[in-house]
């Protein structure tokens, strides 16, 4: 082992540049947060050979006095803190007066800049270890930024450059990130002299549709809470807008991309309930928070964070989000329905629900639907006598027919919605078991005639020992017999459904995961299962009051977009989507 030695500045500057530039598309991240500290209005960026050759931004921001152009390149010189007590604040994307330095060191930079006050503008050169001299130039109010031929001095490095095609999409992404932080500032992307992207300064959803499609804009909620100093507001995917990689999930922080696993998690709680299988969310998502509540200083790539009260923040992102993906027809805050028209329609969709008819005269399809249990007919609307010409139609419309036994066909105000008649009541039965479980435990109901069925030794042994927690679950279960078990009681939601394969989902639940756990953690899955049972089936026909009162609920319900396994429950058929299928108005 050598002796102890100084390291030169160079090689300091090179070492920290292996920390905060690996590519291309991280010295664009620095150099557009630059130009944001900097309050810029418009950024253009250039890049040629997917930005292995040159990454240029430009801005129209404060610009850079003379004499601090040299600071600018020069290690831990920053304007944007100077105590710990700012360290500890920080506001601006950029604070440890690393980056350039660290840029300049491994490429061959220049940097132009004029501020407003100046009658014009000067540059620097830096090339590795060797800085030009600070010479006038001609430009407007701002500052320009060029990384040219990076690692040129560090060949080592260079080799692990991807091709062309693999950096731009890097550099691409951290545009879109960037341009989706800050909606109010315009952007433009140019690769090998062709423009790309270019975003004006607009509203966050058509930033949204612009840079991740209009596909997502309408198939996304809007989110505005607020708790104390927190706020999270943003856009929210439905369950339907799911997709199969993660490729679509934006949180920012106080303005900044970040990718924290405590805020991912409380994402994924949030849709636990109404996505599908491995399916992931798609969500553009901002977080403000007091700067003292957020520790930014964390990663030299600054897109980790830690926060004082993790477990505050946590439950707070989830329960706003939950509750902006479960909001019922009377709370839906906004309707996109309106913004399909704007951007032209991708196809079927669903739309916010509106206020729909009180479902109090509705309450007694639960019966209703169960199959034989209950002849009564349920009082509603019949759509013969319903004009939507005399007065305003609920959201979900009136029904026309059933199709195969498996779909309601209704006509709304806006054209066709069809329901899938099995997934729609699941939720229904899912929220009022929930919302049962909840408050007062589930109301149990008698059965005059008790049921019994065959079982093994093992589910027997379960129903004996959480007849506490099957009580609270609206059961009553006994062994009578040496293979049988009675059902005397069960919830009264479920009544008519299929009871000993209920019977049977149930105890295996319990003897799985214990009843704490099937109570706590496992509560949505328990019940999720217990309404698919229960839920009418295929092929049973439904009147046109029962299905008039499906639909009727389908709008009272929270999160009645999609299934307990997240699968949508409806669609809309515009008549703007009619008129393309028969090629209207051509």
């Not at 129209?60 to 710990?84: N, Q, V």
């Not at 109010?141 to 095609?165: H, I, Q, S, W």
């Not at 199709?403 to 939720?427: F, I, K, P, S, T």
Request: glycine fraction near 8%.
């Amino acid at each position: 082992m050598g002796a102890i030695r100084i390291l030169p500045e160079l090689l300091i500057s090179q070492i920290a540049a292996g920390e905060v530039v690996d590519r291309p598309a991280s010295v664009l991240k620095e150099l557009i947060e630059n130009s944001l500290d900097a309050g810029a209005s418009e950024i253009v960026v250039a890049l040629e050979h997917g930005g292995s050759r040159r990454v240029q931004v430009e801005d129209d921001g404060a610009g850079i006095p003379r004499d601090e152009l040299p600071l600018a390149l020069a290690r831990h010189a920053t304007s944007k803190i100077a105590t710990l007590h700012d360290l500890e604040a920080v506001a601006s994307m950029g604070f440890r007066g690393e980056a350039l330095a660290s840029i300049a060191s491994v490429s061959r930079l220049e940097i132009a800049s004029r501020t407003h006050e100046a009658p014009h503008g000067y540059a620097l050169r830096a090339e590795g270890a060797l800085y030009g001299e600070v010479e006038p130039t001609a430009r407007a109010p701002g500052t320009t930024v060029a990384v040219c031929d990076l690692y040129f001095n560090t060949p080592a490095r260079r080799k692990f450059l991807r091709t062309e095609a693999t950096e731009l999409g890097h550099c691409e992404e951290a545009f879109r990130r960037a341009a989706l932080a800050r909606p109010e500032v315009a952007f433009v992307l140019r690769h090998n002299g062709r423009t790309g992207p270019h975003v004006r300064r607009q509203p966050l959803g058509d930033r949204a549709a612009a840079l991740l499609g209009k596909e997502f804009l309408v198939a996304s909620l809007p989110v505005e809470a607020q708790a104390g100093t927190l706020r999270l507001h943003g856009l929210a995917g439905t369950p339907q807008a799911a997709r199969s990689r993660a490729d679509t999930q934006y949180f920012f922080v106080n303005g900044r991309y970040v990718r924290d696993r405590l805020l991912a998690h409380a994402v994924r709680e949030a849709y636990r309930d109404v996505l599908h299988g491995e399916r992931q969310p798609a969500y553009v998502l901002y977080l403000e928070i007091d700067p003292r509540g957020v520790d930014v200083n964390v990663h030299p790539a600054k897109t980790e964070v830690r926060f004082r009260d993790a477990r505050g923040v946590h439950q707070f992102v989830q329960q706003a989000l939950a509750r902006a993906l479960s909001a019922t027809a009377s709370e839906a805050p906004v309707s996109y329905a309106s913004l399909t028209a704007a951007h032209g329609a991708p196809g079927p969709h669903q739309a916010g629900l509106a206020i729909a008819q009180p479902a109090g005269a509705y309450q007694g399809f639960m019966a209703s639907a169960a199959p034989a249990a209950a002849g009564s007919v349920i009082p509603g609307a019949d759509p013969g006598t319903a004009s939507p010409a005399t007065r305003d139609m609920p959201p979900l419309g009136f029904p026309l027919a059933q199709l195969h036994g498996v779909y309601v066909l209704a006509q709304n105000a806006a054209g066709l919605v069809l329901v899938d008649m099995h997934a729609a009541h699941e939720r229904i039965v899912m929220e009022r078991l929930r919302a049962e479980l909840d408050t007062r435990g589930m109301q149990a109901q008698q059965l005059l005639v008790p049921v019994v069925f065959r079982t093994d030794a093992l589910d027997a042994a379960t129903a004996e020992e959480n007849r506490e927690a099957l009580a609270r679950l609206g059961f009553d279960l006994s062994v009578s017999g040496p293979d049988e078990l009675c059902v005397r009681a069960v919830p009264a939601a479920l009544a008519g459904g299929d009871l000993p394969a209920l019977a049977r989902s149930v105890l295996a639940e319990l003897r799985e995961y214990g009843a704490a756990q099937a109570l706590s953690a496992r509560r949505d899955e328990l019940l999720a299962g217990m309404a698919c049972h229960a839920a009418v089936r295929a092929h049973r026909a439904l009147s046109m009051p029962e299905m008039n009162a499906l639909l009727r609920e389908m709008e009272q319900t929270e999160r009645a977009g999609s299934c307990n396994h997240g699968r949508p429950t409806w669609y809309q058929l515009t008549l703007a989507d009619l008129d393309r299928l028969f090629l209207r108005g051509r």
